[in-house]
């Protein structure tokens, strides 16, 4: 059975930071693009950041870029969201996501696999 596990959830007051996580099993973890997506209430599901199958390249949205930071660990069958420098508009339920290694980063391509999702509170 396919699972995606998020864990991390957490009330933090602007400005802090906050470190997700995501574990995976069920399928071969070490050949899929990893993705984190995101949906704030009232909102639809909006991408955050992905990272490809080995690691060694990542693309962010605009909004996150430059605070949040994206890491994969393929010998715990793991993935990471650093954030940094939170802010209201962060607040949300994150999810972690997988589909196999032949599109690139950039690709519009669905997700295969997802997680149930992890809630992200940003106090003012």
């Known amino acids: 059975q396919v699972r995606l596990v998020e864990s991390g959830a957490g009330l933090v007051q602007a400005g802090g930071s906050l470190r997700l996580s995501c574990a995976a099993s069920?399928?071969?973890?070490?050949?899929?693009?990893m993705g984190w997506f995101r949906q704030a209430p009232g909102k639809e599901r909006e991408f955050v950041a992905a990272?490809?199958?080995?690691?060694?390249?990542?693309y962010y949205a605009d909004s996150v870029k430059g605070r949040f930071t994206m890491y994969r660990d393929n010998a715990k069958n793991t993935v990471s969201l650093q954030m940094n420098s939170l802010n209201a508009e962060d607040t949300a339920v994150y999810y972690c996501?997988?589909?196999?290694?032949?599109?690139?980063?950039?690709?519009?391509?669905?997700?295969?696999?997802w997680g149930q999702g992890t809630q992200v509170t940003v106090s003012s």
């Open positions: 996501a997988a589909r196999q290694r032949y599109w690139g980063l950039t690709s519009m391509a669905p997700y295969y696999y």
């Open positions: 069920g399928f071969s973890f070490s050949t899929y693009t």
């Open positions: 990272i490809n199958w080995n690691g060694d390249n990542t």
